[in-house]
């Protein structure tokens, strides 16, 4: 697995690398800023960029921009996102634009290596992650546009956001595969998403949720 890094801290951008490296993975860019980290993919490209939301000059949402703008160019680059904000917000307008092989983690979750390598490996195959401590806020409200569904919808709904597959899901519910795609499927009709693929459904469904927060 090849990576780069775009990180205006120093020293948490060389304490991950450091990480990274541990766990296998091949750093092969680190930038401060989104102007480095563009050039330097136009040169050789990772399997998976980790971004920074908040990147110099303006530390707004650089990381965002950049991530919509490395999608248009290479689509076949996974994108995970970093963030100090755990907020519903951001998420949803990263996957808005940007909807299979991409991610988002708060920062405070990344000192858990186990996690990390299995976010990364999930965007690099095409799949969704959202951050566990997100999910896990929302997993605790009813809110009214997801009322339709059931708790245990819910729950595959909460491990759908994850990046879980159908497979991974069962094993956590404790369950058969084929139980988890009859519960996706009444997931997608209940919430409209019927003309869709699998996978732009999923992240159909994870927008709704996300957007049902605020």
Same mark, same amino acid.
């Given at each position: 697995?090849?990576?780069?890094?775009?990180?205006?801290? @120093?020293?948490?951008?060389?304490?991950?690398? &450091?990480? +990274?490296?541990?766990?296998?993975?091949?750093?092969?860019?680190?930038?401060?800023? $989104?102007?480095?980290?563009?050039?330097?993919?136009?040169?050789?490209?990772?399997?998976? #960029? /980790?971004?920074?939301?908040?990147?110099?000059?303006?530390?707004?949402?650089?990381?965002? !921009? $950049? &991530?919509?703008?490395? !999608? &248009?160019?290479?689509? @076949?680059?996974? *994108?995970?996102?970093?963030? $100090? %904000? @755990?907020?519903?917000?951001?998420?949803?307008?990263?996957?808005?634009?940007?909807?299979?092989?991409?991610?988002?983690?708060?920062?405070?979750? #990344? @000192?858990?290596?186990?996690? +990390?390598?299995?976010? *990364?490996?999930?965007?690099?195959?095409?799949?969704? #992650? *959202?951050?566990?401590?997100?999910?896990?806020?929302?997993?605790?409200?009813?809110?009214?546009?997801?009322?339709? /569904?059931?708790?245990?919808? !819910?729950? #595959?709904?909460? %491990?759908?956001?994850?990046?879980?597959?159908?497979?991974?899901? $069962?094993?956590?519910?404790?369950?058969?595969?084929?139980?988890?795609?009859?519960?996706?499927?009444? *997931?997608?009709?209940?919430?409209?998403?019927?003309?869709?693929?699998?996978?732009?459904?999923?992240?159909?469904?994870?927008?709704?949720?996300?957007?049902?927060?605020?």
């Amino acid at each position: 697995m090849r990576v780069a890094l775009a990180e205006d801290s @120093d020293f948490f951008r060389q304490a991950l690398a &450091a990480l +990274l490296r541990e766990l296998d993975v091949e750093v092969v860019h680190q930038a401060g800023d $989104a102007e480095t980290l563009m050039t330097q993919l136009a040169g050789d490209l990772p399997d998976v #960029v /980790l971004l920074d939301i908040r990147l110099p000059p303006t530390q707004t949402d650089e990381g965002l !921009r $950049a &991530a919509h703008r490395i !999608r &248009a160019r290479y689509p @076949d680059v996974g *994108i995970l996102i970093l963030s $100090a %904000y @755990d907020e519903t917000v951001y998420a949803e307008l990263l996957l808005e634009s940007v909807t299979s092989r991409v991610g988002y983690l708060v920062k405070d979750r #990344v @000192d858990n290596a186990e996690g +990390l390598h299995e976010s *990364i490996q999930r965007v690099a195959a095409g799949d969704t #992650v *959202i951050d566990q401590t997100i999910v896990e806020r929302l997993m605790g409200r009813v809110r009214p546009e997801l009322a339709q /569904l059931t708790d245990q919808q !819910r729950r #595959v709904l909460g %491990y759908m956001a994850e990046g879980l597959s159908n497979r991974g899901i $069962a094993q956590r519910l404790h369950l058969q595969t084929k139980t988890v795609e009859k519960y996706c499927g009444d *997931i997608f009709t209940r919430l409209g998403l019927h003309d869709t693929d699998e996978n732009n459904r999923r992240v159909l469904a994870i927008l709704k949720w996300l957007r049902a927060e605020r």
